[in-house]
T-cell receptor
Framework: RKEVEQDPGPFNVPEGATVAFNCTYSNSASQSFFWYRQDCRKEPKLLMSVYSSGNEDGRFTAQLNRASQYISLLIRDSKLSDSATYLCVVNGGSYIPTFGRGTSLIVHP | DTAVSQTPKYLVTQMGNDKSIKCEQNLGHDTMYWYKQDSKKFLKIMFSYNNKELIINETVPNRFSPKSPDKAHLNLHINSLELGDSAVYFC????????????FGPGTRLTVT
């Protein structure tokens, strides 16, 4: 089983739609979790950290489920500018963060 | 003002050559990383360097050697380049190495012919 797994997509949604991505991880001792966004031919940038209590930033909501070992990202009211690849990152310690392969989102008019 | 910078941005070279990529961060972070992103867009960590301690990813060939002259710099030297080394190489930095977000450089697109 891969350490961090994501559905590669693409998720093709119309503007205004709500879309959710999940990411599963295999290391139960993982300590910190993040969602990054990567635009085509650009570097990854932090979208949000994922806290045990869940957190929300505008249209974006991240959740952590330690029992089932997954994190989720919900995007409400999708914009064209949300089109990108969303990368799940899990830190299990020893300064070796593990990235998922990413989920591609395409928002169309 | 660039937080994490890399040079060069593009690198085209022939098989068998030796090349270096430089990375500098001005964020005062104590941990730096090198990642490789292949043609399938999978971002895989190669090395992390925390307070002069090098954490090596065992799957990285020993043709790749990181060098950190100080906390703000982490360079990557590659010997005897192979076709399979063609990829985008990203440098990143963070504080503490675990809890804090990573800031990435713009990437170096390496093409080996």
């Amino acid at each position: 089983r891969k350490e961090v797994e994501q559905d590669p997509g693409p998720f093709n949604v119309p503007e205004g739609a709500t879309v959710a991505f999940n990411c599963t991880y295999s290391n139960s001792a993982s300590q910190s979790f993040f969602w990054y966004r990567q635009d085509c031919r650009k570097e990854p940038k932090l979208l949000m950290s994922v806290y045990s209590s869940g957190n929300e930033d505008g249209r974006f909501t991240a959740q952590l489920n330690r029992a089932s070992q997954y994190i989720s990202l919900l995007i409400r009211d999708s914009k064209l500018s949300d089109s990108a690849t969303y990368l799940c990152v899990v830190n299990g310690g020893s300064y070796i963060p593990t990235f998922g392969r990413g989920t591609s989102l395409i928002v169309h008019p | 003002d660039t937080a994490v910078s890399q040079t060069p941005k593009y690198l085209v070279t022939q098989m068998g050559n030796d090349k270096s990529i430089k990375c500098e961060q001005n964020l005062g972070h104590d941990t730096m990383y090198w990642y490789k992103q292949d043609s399938k867009k999978f971002l895989k960590i190669m090395f992390s360097y925390n307070n002069k301690e090098l954490i090596i990813n065992e799957t990285v060939p020993n043709r790749f050697s990181p060098k950190s002259p100080d906390k703000a710099h982490l360079n990557l030297h590659i010997n005897s380049l192979e076709l399979g080394d063609s990829a985008v190489y990203f440098c990143a930095s963070s504080n503490t190495g675990q809890e804090d977000e990573q800031y990435f450089g713009p990437g170096t697109r390496l093409t080996v012919t």
